[in-house]
Nanobody, 123 residues
Framework: EVQLVESGGGLVQAGGSLKLSCVIS????????IGWFRQAPGKAREGVSC????????LYTDSVKGRFTISRDKAKNTVYLQMNNLKPEDTALYYC????????????????WGRGTQATVSS
């Protein structure tokens, strides 16, 4: 059974940092792309970042470039999202997700989802 389990969410003030983790099990994740989506109340789920586990190539949505960094630890089957200089508009439920590549990093193409971890940024 494929499982993606997120952790690391919390409540921080604007300008603060959080580091999200996603532990993957149940498949050979080395051949996949892993990444993050987020969904704020009343808004559609949007892709935030993705990393190719095999070669480390990453992509980011424009609103987080320069503030968020995605990384992976193959030995631990884990992908991280370091979020710095957080803003109130980053408040959302953050989901870990996976598909074959980072191309078309949109919700209809995702193969597996985690259950999410909440990140809340106060002003």
């Amino acid at each position: 059974e494929v499982q993606l389990v997120e952790s690391g969410g919390g409540l921080v003030q604007a300008g603060g940092s959080l580091k999200l983790s996603c532990v993957i099990s149940g498949f050979h994740y080395g051949h996949y792309a892993i990444g993050w989506f987020r969904q704020a109340p009343g808004k559609a789920r949007e892709g935030v970042s993705c990393i190719s586990v095999r070669d480390g190539d990453a992509l980011y949505t424009d609103s987080v470039k320069g503030r968020f960094t995605i990384s992976r630890d193959k030995a631990k089957n884990t992908v991280y999202l370091q979020m710095n200089n957080l803003k109130p508009e980053d408040t959302a439920l953050y989901y870990c997700a996976t598909k074959d590549t980072c191309s078309n990093w949109y919700t209809p193409f995702i193969e597996y989802w985690g259950r999410g971890t909440q990140a809340t940024v106060s002003s």
